[in-house]
């Protein structure tokens, strides 16, 4: 009766043993669901940092007059009046080399 008992508590530890290691919600999950989260953290850091570049953006438009017209003449070519607006056109490539 003693054996039946001990071999019976052995099992017992071994199923929980095995359930703790590889069951649900054992060591080898959480490892998995915190890597996860560590990855997540990153990424979340670089998207807080982009939308802090994108606000300092955005009131810089609101505020300033240079940054509005810097962005007008990068992106839409625009020109001031009584400015001239010079385009330089670099000679076609003959050979696949460029002229000089």
Known sequence: MGRVIAALLLLLIAWFQLKYWV???GVREVEALRA???AQARENAELEQ???VLQAEVEDLR?????????ARAELGL?????TFYR???PAPVDGRPQR
């Open 50 to 52: 982009r939308n802090a």
């Open 23 to 25: 069951g649900s919600g």
């Open 63 to 71: 505020e300033g007059k240079a940054a509005l017209e810097e962005r």
């Open 36 to 38: 996860r989260v560590e």
């Open 79 to 83: 020109i001031k009046p009584g400015e």
């Open 88 to 90: 330089v056109i670099e």
